[in-house]
């Protein structure tokens, strides 16, 4: 089957510039996750989307990070204005229904890393 | 605080060796999973453990969790260029599907 698609890869922009990054999940797959990873740091969790619902946006950044999955399919994850300390990964995952067994058996894609000059 | 501690930081190991990677958190855990990450890529799942004293196997990696469900353990067994990479606990902390948290990571090293 095919993984969580990703894109971009990479990005560099300038501080206070805007920047997005999309995440398209697995197929059948309710819950969606964007996580940041810092450099030498464990990914943390940034929003928790069940179908087009937030369940946890509670370590979001609101001021400047903003996430959306209105057809509770693929999802954008924004950042305006970026700052120098949000270089990171930025990984997205899936999983099943949070309600279902083996819903925290997370299938992760391969990140998009940020690079704020 | 960091919620789960790993150990060691970063491991350097000759291929052929056996070695062991630490996850330990403060509080009683309602699941426990591994993952590996290769540089400058996603995580890969590897094992789930959520019973008191349950240990699992996939080839040469062995993870278990202790019998108070707050310490995890994962082994590898004569290590290959393969095993490489940086490997990562994550938790279930609240008993809901509500993400996990994860800890920073194990860089692990294979010398030839």
């Known amino acids: 089957e095919a993984g969580v698609a990703q894109s971009p890869r990479y990005k560099i922009i300038e501080k206070r510039q805007s920047v997005a990054f999309w995440c398209n999940p697995i197929s059948g797959h309710a819950t969606l996750y964007w996580y940041q990873q810092i450099l030498g740091q464990g990914p943390k969790l940034l929003i928790q989307?069940?179908?087009?619902?937030?369940?946890?946006d509670s370590q979001l950044p609101k001021d400047r990070f903003s996430a959306e999955r209105l057809k509770g399919v693929d999802s954008t994850l924004k950042i305006q204005p970026a700052k120098l300390e949000d270089s990171a990964v930025y990984l997205c995952?899936?999983?099943?229904?949070?309600?279902?067994?083996?819903?925290?058996?997370?299938?992760f894609g391969a990140g998009s890393r940020l690079t704020v000059l | 605080s960091q919620e789960l501690e790993q150990s060691p930081q970063s491991l350097i190991v000759q291929e052929g060796k056996n070695l062991t990677i630490n996850c330990t958190s403060s509080?009683?855990?309602?699941?426990l999973y591994w993952y590996k990450q290769k540089y400058g890529e996603g995580l890969i799942f590897l094992m789930m453990?959520?019973?008191?004293?349950e240990e699992k196997s996939h080839e040469k990696i062995t993870a278990k969790l202790d019998e108070k469900k707050q310490q995890s353990s994962l082994h590898i067994t004569a290590s290959q260029p393969s095993h490489a990479g940086i490997y990562l606990c994550?938790?279930?902390?609240?008993?809901?599907?509500?993400?996990?948290?994860f800890g920073k990571g194990t860089h692990l090293i294979i010398q030839p």
């Open positions: 995952a899936s999983s099943l229904d949070r309600h279902l067994a083996g819903a925290n058996v997370l299938t």
């Open positions: 994550g938790a279930d902390m609240g008993g809901g599907a509500d993400g996990l948290t």
């Open positions: 509080k009683t855990l309602y699941g």
């Open positions: 453990l959520q019973k008191g004293g």
């Open positions: 989307f069940q179908n087009n619902g937030v369940v946890d």
